[in-house]
């Protein structure tokens, strides 16, 4: 089966071109960009593990080494489309849009977090696993009856593959032909699970076949080969020709989230390993440099600008109001009911010190 599902690459891990039928897409300052994009994330990734360190954020989820997958995808979308991410997803969610105040505020409870740009269909990061699944598939139907040309996409991790809302969303939006882009960013750990030890097929992509929807499987640090392969998911989508399976193969150098200890369940050697051989930023600094179009003064400069942007976020993400931890009863119904009611005088009781 990993036969019939290949992984596909455009650019290796040395920064060399192995697909000659994609070269033209590979130019100097789609490479800049992609670069300066990821460098973003991945300083807002290691911003955002240093503030849950000092206890101004809490538990934090992240992504450092997943850059190209998200970055790829991310930007291949319209800005029209719909994204479903998960707890993992904030770069993807960045670079597609959102407010980096917002993103802050979410991982530091409060439910503004969720709420995106106007006019960006960013749906609420999806903590219970594949939930966003059935709602992706949902989401991308409207479109298709409102007569747009609107698609969705949808991220996961190998771990939603097992989880029913997986195989009941694909089998939807294949009944419907729903168009929505399936993205499964394999990290290879479902926290502390190997995908060996969660499932016996040597892929996921071929898990396409059972709903009779295309199957991809893409080197998920090459940011190209990402990009290519969700561009054309997209298209195929947009044509009326319903959804696509991706999967991304890559890896977490990190914990699964900040209270999480990788140590336990995994050899760390393997992600330093990878840091030096297959890491997303690395590859595309390696094909500047043998253009002769990467300069240290360059690179200072995005980072500078990325940091002083991650910085004005935080401080007005750390400017806002403290969080009211009685407002998680607020919008669980339009109009509370006495039950919710009852819970939240309770619950605020307990909070100044009374008894239950």
Request: glycine share 8%; aromatic share 10%; hydrophobic share 35%.
């Amino acid at each position: 089966m990993e036969e019939q599902f290949p992984i596909l690459t455009i650019m290796d891990a040395n920064g060399h071109i192995v697909s000659k039928n994609d070269e033209a897409l590979v130019t100097v300052d789609r490479v800049k960009e992609f670069y300066q994009a990821m460098v973003k994330i991945r300083l807002f990734d290691k911003k955002a593990v240093s503030l849950q360190r000092q206890g101004r954020i809490g538990t934090y989820a992240p992504f450092e080494g997943q850059e190209a997958a998200q970055a790829g995808s991310a930007l291949a979308l319209e800005n029209s489309d719909w994204m479903f991410p998960t707890y993992r997803d904030h770069g993807a969610a960045i670079l597609f849009g959102h407010s980096l105040k917002n993103i802050l505020l979410f991982w530091n409870g409060r439910n503004e977090g969720c709420i995106p740009p106007e006019g960006k269909n960013i749906f609420p990061p999806a903590i219970p696993i594949a939930t966003q699944i059935p709602h992706a598939a949902g989401a991308a139907l409207a479109e298709k009856k409102k007569g747009t040309k609107n698609a969705a996409i949808c991220y996961f991790g190998d771990g939603a593959t097992s989880e029913g809302d997986f195989h009941e969303g694909l089998n939807f939006a294949s009944v419907f032909q729903s168009p929505v882009v399936f993205f499964c960013q394999n990290n290879h750990y479902a926290i502390s699970v190997p995908v060996t030890k969660q499932m016996n097929s040597p892929t996921i992509a071929q898990k396409a076949l059972s709903y009779s929807i295309p199957g991809v499987r893409i080197d998920g640090n090459d940011v190209f080969a990402v990009y290519s392969e969700t561009r054309r998911a997209l298209e195929r989508a947009r044509r009326g020709e319903g959804p696509t399976l991706i999967e991304a193969v890559t890896w977490r150098y990190g914990a699964h989230t900040t209270a999480d200890d990788p140590t336990k369940y995994r050899d760390q050697s393997e992600s330093n390993n990878k840091r030096k051989e297959t890491d997303p930023l690395l590859r595309l600094e390696r094909w500047l440099k043998q253009h002769g179009s990467y300069e240290d003064s360059w690179v200072r400069e995005i980072e500078n600008v990325a940091g002083d942007e991650i910085d004005r976020a935080i401080r007005e993400m750390e400017s806002s109001p403290i969080a009211d931890p009685a407002a998680i009863f607020d919008y669980v119904f339009e109009t509370p009911t006495w039950t919710i009611e009852r819970q939240k005088a309770e619950y605020i009781k307990l909070l100044r010190g009374g008894a239950k």
